[in-house]
């Protein structure tokens, strides 16, 4: 950057919430325009966007992993009472331990691509590519096999 980009964004300021704008959009009941060329600036407003999402994710993330852990709970509780029914035959009984084993299955599935409502799909850091890794090598034109 070189200074002549301009980043036009809007802040809540009690909340700190912030979006990006533009000059002639209209501003949000709350929000104050504020615009900056100063790239360390700019870098703060992206990062500040960037928790922004992350919260924001981690919320919808922890909401469907409620749900669908409800889900798999109701169905297992479903199945146990049907299972404990006096009309329920031995054959059926083990089809609903087998439906069961499924639904355990599907909770270990859960259990390992979340953590407390977070996705765990990246734990750690990642890492950049080791040194001499995404190199191209060129042969020169006599080694190549046509």
């Not at 922890?62 to 009309?87: F, P, T």
């Not at 084993?101 to 259990?111: F, G, H, S, T, Y």
């Given at each position: 950057?070189?200074?002549?980009?301009?980043l036009?964004?809007?802040?809540?300021?009690?909340?700190?919430?912030?979006?990006?704008?533009?000059?002639?959009?209209?501003?949000?009941?709350?929000?104050?325009?504020?615009?900056?060329?100063?790239?360390?600036?700019?870098?703060?407003?992206?990062?500040?966007?960037?928790?922004?999402?992350?919260?924001?994710?981690?919320?919808?993330?922890?909401?469907?992993?409620?749900?669908?852990?409800?889900?798999?709970?109701?169905?297992?509780?479903?199945?146990?009472?049907?299972?404990?029914?006096?009309?329920?035959?031995n054959?059926?009984?083990?089809?609903?331990?087998?439906?069961?084993?499924?639904?355990?299955?599907?909770?270990?599935?859960?259990?390992?691509?979340?953590?407390?409502?977070?996705?765990?799909?990246?734990?750690?850091?990642?890492?950049?590519?080791?040194?001499?890794?995404?190199?191209?090598?060129?042969?020169p034109?006599?080694?190549?096999?046509?």
């Amino acid at each position: 950057m070189n200074g002549l980009e301009k980043l036009v964004y809007c802040k809540n300021d009690a909340t700190g919430h912030i979006y990006l704008s533009s000059m002639a959009s209209p501003v949000k009941p709350g929000y104050t325009r504020y615009s900056t060329t100063i790239p360390a600036d700019m870098d703060k407003v992206f990062a500040k966007l960037a928790q922004q999402t992350h919260e924001e994710n981690e919320c919808l993330t922890y909401a469907l992993y409620m749900r669908r852990k409800g889900m798999i709970d109701k169905w297992r509780s479903d199945i146990r009472a049907r299972m404990v029914s006096s009309e329920c035959s031995n054959e059926e009984r083990d089809i609903l331990k087998a439906a069961l084993a499924a639904c355990d299955r599907r909770e270990e599935k859960l259990n390992r691509s979340t953590v407390y409502g977070k996705s765990a799909m990246q734990t750690t850091e990642a890492n950049p590519k080791a040194p001499g890794e995404g190199r191209v090598f060129f042969m020169p034109p006599s080694e190549v096999v046509q």
